[in-house]
């Protein structure tokens, strides 16, 4: 069973930057896609950012196009999320995904992923 693993959360000041990661156990297992997503307490678990493994191709949710980027490293399989201009409303617990299927569209909805990981927990004060 491939398990995830998310790092880099923490506490940030709106308009400063923060990298999260996630790393696979399985450097090179058959993923088709990996993603980030977001949840608040009582809310639903919110599409952040996909991209496709093999082309790269990246898709983003509304509420943070053009200041999150979605990076993936092949050589060693790690996920990243480079978050940038950072508001307070960014503040949730950020979870990384991945799946094994092919879809005909851009999975952003969570049950379209395989493997979760533990979340980290971002706080941005304003």
């Known amino acids: 069973q491939v398990q995830l693993v998310e790092s880099g959360g923490g506490l940030v000041q709106a308009g400063d930057s923060l990298r999260l990661s996630c790393a696979a156990s399985?450097?090179?297992?058959?993923?088709?896609?990996m993603g980030w997503f977001r949840q608040a307490p009582g809310k639903e678990r919110e599409f952040v950012a996909t991209?496709?493994?093999?082309?790269?191709?990246?898709y983003y949710g509304d509420s943070v196009k053009g200041r999150f980027i979605i990076i993936r490293d092949r050589a060693t399989g790690t996920l990243y999320l480079q978050m940038n201009s950072l508001k307070p409303e960014d503040t949730v617990d950020y979870y990384c995904?991945?799946?094994?299927?092919?879809?005909?569209?851009?999975?952003?909805?969570?049950?379209?992923?395989?493997?979760w990981g533990q979340g980290t927990q971002v706080y941005v004060s304003s």
């Open positions: 399985e450097r090179t297992f058959g993923r088709t896609a």
């Open positions: 995904a991945a799946t094994r299927r092919g879809y005909t569209q851009v999975p952003t909805a969570p049950s379209l992923y395989d493997y």
């Open positions: 991209i496709y493994w093999s082309s790269g191709a990246t």
